[in-house]
């Protein structure tokens, strides 16, 4: 079982910066493909972006290209989602999850994962 805990909530101004991390426990974090998700108020969960096992392939959904990176530490069981350039329409919960998959899969659907966060607020206002 593994359990999977975000941290780096906040609130910052369009235009900002904020990092979250996703620290797993029970298990190695190299076995799984790390997925973030976000949660806005009345809407969907909608998938963010994924790094495969060994971090050597990414993916977006494409409102955050260009503004938003997914890393990954393995030894220190970390998986980050730094975000720039932040707009009012990034405010949601946000929830990192894991996916026990082949190394090199970047899987975008939520029944892909089989573990989550409890999530993590994230506010963009001015």
């Known amino acids: 079982q593994v359990q999977l805990v975000e941290s780096g909530e906040g609130s910052v101004q369009p235009g900002g910066s904020l990092r979250l991390s996703c620290s797993a426990n029970?298990?190695?974090?190299?076995?799984?493909?790390m997925g973030w998700f976000r949660q806005a108020p009345g809407k969907e969960r909608e998938f963010v972006g994924v790094?495969?096992?060994?971090?050597?392939?990414?993916d977006y959904v494409e409102s955050v290209k260009g503004r938003f990176s997914i890393s990954r530490d393995n030894a220190k069981n970390t998986a980050y989602l730094q975000m720039n350039s932040l707009k009012p329409e990034d405010t949601a919960i946000y929830f990192c999850?894991?996916?026990?998959?082949?190394?090199?899969?970047?899987?975008?659907?939520?029944?892909?994962?089989?573990?989550w966060g409890q999530g993590t607020q994230v506010t963009v206002s001015s």
């Open positions: 999850a894991a996916s026990f998959t082949v190394t090199g899969a970047t899987p975008t659907w939520p029944a892909q994962f089989h573990y």
């Open positions: 790094i495969s096992r060994a971090g050597t392939k990414r």
């Open positions: 029970g298990g190695p974090l190299s076995d799984y493909a």
